[in-house]
């Protein structure tokens, strides 16, 4: 490395071409990274300049630098790279030493992110990865820093180490903490010893010497020193962040010899000494009482050192000092994170990771986190949401200005990027938003961006299962790149320590989530702090580093879905001139308001604003008690199991307002004897369960009841004591239920901004709701939307409550939201309540998920047929590791309204119109049904199917069976077992096989002679005339039909979920028809049918004569569906019955072959081929004379043609 002195004063890294190897500008050249480039000169540093190409048209913004490295300081990437960061809105920095092969690339986006490939370091297994890594680019740029790899292997690694403390986990008073506790606490340790490895390698926490001169050294040598100096690790991990980053005024630890580590005031929250609450409810203080005894500490930090550690990519050191197993980043911790949700969701407190066996403990390492519903989200996803989301947050704010003439005269509403309506392809892509759109034309004007940072500082934005922290990041990482557009001269850490204090909250019932969120963002706090580390210098001379602010105050550990989230619900009413909740509550966000905005908020004040909280939570934990009720206004009840009488009386006495009953439960029955003791006791008997409704036992009697079954039965296992009672103030306590009142938790949110102005979320979808909890999400008081009985579905709901007036929500979530009915209640909910902006097609976008998610970013409030958003999808739907956001085009949210499905494909100009003609007819095949709703046939598992006799009913017993205008086969069967569901099933209607490939198929049974399987969807048509039956038949065989399915219902794809709900042919256009055209489009589809059976059937060649009505059939209906040629098909349809055999003849004929061939066992359909084939002959030799090309052939039966 040359020395400062002889550095050249213009650095001159344009590529010379052809000589940097296979990593070089030529690959992302060839990938298509430099379309348009240009060269431009930047000052990085006192006297230097650095020339460099890049280029902003392509899919990335990208800047390119050659030189070698050997020339310039090992800091120069770093330092161009922030300079560039700070001036131009280049995303990527990719450096290339001709000389050596070393690549180096800094990613500037979502957070900052560095990789590099040193072929003179990097050897064996980690050269093979990085080597691959980089053939990736021409596919995907971010695959560079892909950490998927290093995930699974530090999971594996730490899961082992975090049991190992579990299991050493003990109390100084011999108190058992239970296995659910004691992994928490072990993963507490752990993110304080992660917390601590960060600090030192970002030179926050540093040796000093005897005088205080810093003698920083190598983070991992720092801890062999400090596992060989210590031997209770416990103990300095307590001491580091208990102690002495609370302290204004000692700031030492013992390191070695006269050596100690600086640890400065940091604050902030996290570093408090935690209660935690033994199995049998004894308070244990963290601090004093919890002890480590036997943990192998060295192993742990000997698995730490192995990596790289990287707080940030612009900070710390480079990746080229060893040959580690990886790097290790805060978006790693957590992926981590997440994948140990399940060992804290499936071991209780009853039992420790130590006693299971090594199967089970495989079985749970491998088991993924279903349990709870949570997975992680990628950061191609959140990034995508979250600056999507973002934009439609402020850009309310700003037409909110605008209508009140409060924003700078330069912005006008015409000028703002909106979906569907200021489009651009730049703006639409992945690598684009709405704020770069806006600063391309304001960067010039101070007023305007002086203006959005100020309601930039104004979102408030929320996950309510913010888990580990995923979106919390993205939205601080855009939140932080916008602002520093808008002032770009401002410390980023200002903007940081803003945006983590004022614009980030986040709810999670996991407690272990919330402290690795709080964790997340205080790293992503302290890689703004420049640290100087100069070896030799005072540490009282550098300048101070911020004291942390307290994110607690943010991030929330409670029950998302259960308690108040809305204040007007929370405060109710009370008497003027007396003390209420809402006074106090508005106190309190007050206080909480000034206690953060303090230069210096002291202890006590914290201590005292979380005991008003805990009075609060008291009383909204009653209130909200009070207030669950069911539909007909009864409590809704919750069973308590009692051991004994003393529980029994207090679970009796806890809801005094509801009227409790108390419960024996027998598994094997009531014996006489019990039975006719609990009856003479009050109790009603019946086989299994004794009642006793509204008790008024004294606890004497309660005593005795429990007496008497302990002397019955010799184990307890054999009998059961309930309590069902309403629920009370105490089920909802933070070590019960835990609800989270909104208000109470984020009172200046609540107070001032009467909601979050984003909600965005991954929520968990299918985890396990507790008993306690089932009442109350299941109660449509609540919860409106009780469709699937899903966490997803409530968090939803939950989401549209918590946003404030034009609020955006930002959800991902099963793509079954879009077309199952037992999502419909949601769906209905956003398709009207909401304007939707963007639709993303994650596909299978998460690893280990079977299941297929959709992204959605909706708006509150305003007109949904308005509405166009833009669709996305990932550029791999069928894998977990590639999610980057594919623009499309975008869809009418009219449509959606139509079909009442979520469309998430592309609807083109032309597709649009024939759409819009298709919408026009107000007649659906709902208007037309008998029934409210269409259902599936006749189920019959298929070990009844094979033992069925011969008899005379009549079953088409595979889907595919059903052809284009024929039938393959029927069973005969005896179906008497089933007669009840054959009489509901086998009434005039049409069959519509479910949709697996690109066309909808359909069959009629006019008289209801036939019963279909189950899976096919049944249309019943009872008050139909024949006529209209065969008009709906052929109807639903026309490709119009097939496209709107394709287009409005089933979204062209659906991948893995393609079997779609019988009730969206409910929304299908049947076209209104005058009689006569109605008649003669039944004549044809009645030929027609009969054509194609008897060719297949018999061994006439009747091929060229239905493809003849085929064509002819096809056009009269395209004609009606698309409105043309009415003259031209009243004409078609009148000489249909009148120049061969006459329709009433065909609708005889079709009826008797019809039974005959499909309803009659052992028929005889032979007898009516040769007047089948005259039919035939004679239409077709009708149909034959009509000019049908200019239907058939027309550009809007090409667009069909085209979608199928």
């Not at 995930?151 to 108190?175: I, K, P």
């Not at 959709?854 to 590791?881: F, K």
């Not at 008497?976 to 066309?999: E, F, H, Q, W």
């Not at 005959?1156 to 359909?1165: I, L, M, Y």
Request: proline share 4%; hydrophobic share 35%; charged share 30%.
């Amino acid at each position: 490395m040359t020395d400062a002195t002889n550095r050249p004063r213009t650095l001159d890294a344009t590529p010379e071409g052809g000589t940097t190897g296979s990593y070089g500008y030529d690959q992302l050249v060839a990938a298509g990274y430099f379309e348009d480039p240009a060269s431009d000169t930047v000052t990085y540093a006192p006297g230097r300049d650095v020339r460099y190409r890049f280029s902003v048209e392509g899919s990335v913004r990208i800047a390119y630098f050659e030189f070698r490295m050997a020339d310039v300081s090992r800091e120069t990437p770093k330092e161009i790279t922030r300079e560039l960061k700070r001036s131009t809105r280049l995303q990527y920095f990719w450096f290339v030493d001709p000389e050596t092969g070393r690549v180096r690339v800094f990613r500037a986006s979502r957070g900052n992110f560095q990789f590099v490939y040193d072929p003179e370091i990097h050897t064996g297994a980690t050269a093979d990865r990085k080597r691959e890594k980089l053939e990736r680019v021409s596919e995907d740029i971010n695959a560079l820093f892909d950490c998927t790899d290093v995930v699974g292997r530090f999971y594996r690694e730490l899961w082992d180490h975090r049991s190992a403390l579990a299991d050493a986990l003990t109390t100084e008073s011999g108190h058992t903490l239970g296995g659910r506790r004691e992994l928490l606490s072990a993963q507490r340790i752990i993110d304080l010893l992660i917390l601590l490895y960060f600090l030192v390698e970002s030179g926050v926490v540093v040796p000093v010497n005897d005088s205080g001169e810093m003698v920083p050294e190598r983070t991992d040598r720092v801890f062999d020193t400090l596992v060989r100096e210590h031997d209770d690790f416990w103990t300095l991990l307590r001491t580091v962040f208990f102690d002495r980053s609370n302290s204004r005024s000692v700031d030492g630890v013992e390191f070695t010899g006269s050596d100690r580590l600086h640890v400065p005031h940091l604050g902030g929250g996290l570093f408090r000494s935690e209660d935690l609450v033994a199995t049998d409810g004894t308070i244990i203080s963290e601090d004093e009482k919890l002890v480590v005894e036997g943990f192998d500490w060295e192993a742990l930090v000997g698995e730490f050192n192995e990596y790289n550690w990287l707080l940030d990519g612009l900070g710390g050191r480079a990746e080229n000092e060893a040959d580690t197993v990886g790097t290790l980043t805060p978006e790693v911790l957590g992926y981590v994170y997440e994948k140990f949700v399940v060992s804290v969701s499936e071991v209780g407190d009853d039992v420790r990771l130590g006693d299971l066996d090594a199967a089970r403990r495989t079985e749970l390492l491998s088991e993924g986190n279903g349990e709870v519903g949570a997975y992680y989200t990628g950061e191609e996803i959140t990034d995508f949401k979250a600056r999507r989301a973002l934009w439609e947050g402020l850009l309310e704010k700003i037409d909110e200005d605008l209508r009140e003439g409060s924003a700078p005269e330069e912005l006008n509403s015409g000028g703002l990027y909106r979906p569907g309506k200021r489009r651009s392809e730049a703006v639409e892509s992945n690598q684009s938003d709405g704020f770069d759109a806006l600063y391309e034309e304001c960067e010039a004007s101070p007023d305007v961006l002086d203006y959005l940072d100020s309601k930039l500082r104004e979102l408030r934005v929320c996950d309510p299962a913010v888990g580990s922290g995923s979106f919390a990041l993205a939205v601080a990482n855009t939140l932080c790149e916008w602002r520093s557009m808008c002032r770009p001269d401002a410390d980023e850490h200002v903007l940081r320590r803003q945006i983590v204090a004022q614009n980030v909250f986040g709810v999670d019932i996991m407690e272990g989530a919330t402290e690795i969120c709080e964790l997340r963002l205080w790293l992503w706090l302290i890689s703004a702090i420049p640290v100087a580390t100069t070896e030799g210098a005072p540490v009282a001379e550098r300048d101070g580093v911020p004291p942390l602010p307290d994110v607690t105050f943010n991030v929330r550990t409670g029950n998302s879905l259960v308690g108040f989230a809305e204040t007007a619900a929370a405060i109710g009413q009370q008497a003027p001139g007396t003390s209420t909740v809402g006074d106090r509550l508005r106190q309190y966000g007050s206080d909480v308001r000034d206690y953060r905005g303090a230069t210096a908020p002291d202890e006590a004040t914290k201590r005292e604003l979380e005991r008003r909280r805990c009075e609060l939570k008291a009383d909204l934990d009653e209130r909200y008690a009070r207030t669950q009720r069911d539909s007909s206004d009864d409590s809704l009840t919750i069973a308590d199991r009692v051991d004994d009488a003393g529980a029994a009386q207090e679970s009796l006495a806890a809801a005094p307002r509801s009227s409790p009953t108390l419960s024996v439960e027998i598994p094997n029955g009531i014996p006489e004897p019990i039975g006719e003791y609990l009856e003479s006791r009050g109790f009603t008997t019946y086989e299994y369960k004794a009642r006793l409704e509204s008790p008024t036992l004294d606890g004497r009697s309660v005593q005795r009841i429990f007496g008497r079954l302990r002397r019955q039965f010799s184990s307890p296992d054999d009998w059961t004591v309930l309590v069902e009672r309403g629920y009370a103030g105490r089920d909802f306590r933070e070590e019960e239920l835990d609800a989270c009142h909104w208000p109470l938790e984020f009172p200046v949110v609540f107070t001032e901004n009467d909601g979050f102005d984003v909600v965005i979320s991954n929520p968990p979808y299918g985890a396990s709701v507790t008993s306690e909890e089932e009442p109350l999400l299941k109660s449509e008081t609540n919860y409106e939307c009780q469709g699937t009985n899903d966490s997803c579905e409530w968090f939803y709901e939950r989401a549209l409550d918590l946003a404030r007036e034009r609020g955006v929500v930002s959800y991902i979530v099963s793509k079954s939201i879009a077309f199952y009915s037992s999502w419909s209640d949601i769906r209905e909910r956003l398709l009207k309540e909401t304007e939707f902006k963007h639709v993303f097609d994650v596909g299978l976008g998460f690893a280990g998920v079977n299941l297929e998610s959709v992204a959605l970013i909706t708006t509150l409030g305003g007109d949904g047929r308005q509405s166009v958003p833009t669709v996305h999808r990932s550029s791999d739907l069928r894998s977990a590791a590639s999610n980057r956001p594919v623009h499309l085009g975008r869809v009418d949210q009219e449509y959606m309204m139509d079909s009442e499905t979520i469309i998430f494909r592309p609807v083109t100009g032309a597709q649009s119109d024939v759409l819009e003609r298709l919408l026009a007819h107000e007649r659906r095949l709902g208007d037309v049904m008998s029934t409210e709703d269409t259902t599936r046939q006749l189920y019959i598992p298929d070990g009844e199917k094979r033992g069925l006799d011969d008899g005379d009913d009549h079953y088409v017993n595979r889907n595919s069976w059903v052809q284009e205008f024929y039938l393959e086969d029927v069973w005969h069967r005896d179906l008497g077992d089933y007669r009840d569901s054959v009489d509901d099933y086998a009434v005039p209607r049409v069959m519509l096989k479910v949709l697996r490939g690109t066309r909808l198929r359909a069959w009629i049974d006019p008289d209801g002679e036939v019963v279909g399987t189950e899976k096919l969807v049944n249309v019943p048509l009872r008050e139909s005339s024949p006529e209209e039956i065969a008009f709906v038949y052929a109807a639903l065989n026309h490709p119009c039909t097939s496209c709107y399915l394709q287009k409005a219902v089933f979204s062209e794809t659906t991948e893995t979920a393609r079997v779609m709900d019988g009730q969206y042919s409910k929304a299908i256009p049947v076209p209104e028809a005058s009689p006569s055209v109605e008649t003669g489009v039944a004549h044809l589809a009645w030929t027609l049918t009969l054509a194609r059976q008897l060719d297949r059937d018999s061994p006439r060649d009747l091929a060229d004569e239905a493809d003849t009505l085929q064509v002819g059939l096809d056009a009269v209906l395209g004609a009606l569906y698309l409105g043309t040629h009415s003259e031209r098909i009243d004409r078609w349809c009148a000489t249909a019955g009148t120049e061969g055999v006459e329709t009433e003849r065909v609708r005889e004929l079709f009826g008797d072959f019809y039974t005959e061939r499909f309803a009659t066992r052992a028929g005889n359909p032979e007898r009516y081929w040769d007047e089948i084939e005259t039919v035939v002959n004679a239409t077709a030799e009708t149909v034959a004379r009509w000019n049908t090309e200019p239907i058939s052939n027309s550009s809007a039966m090409e667009v069909v043609r085209g979608i199928l």
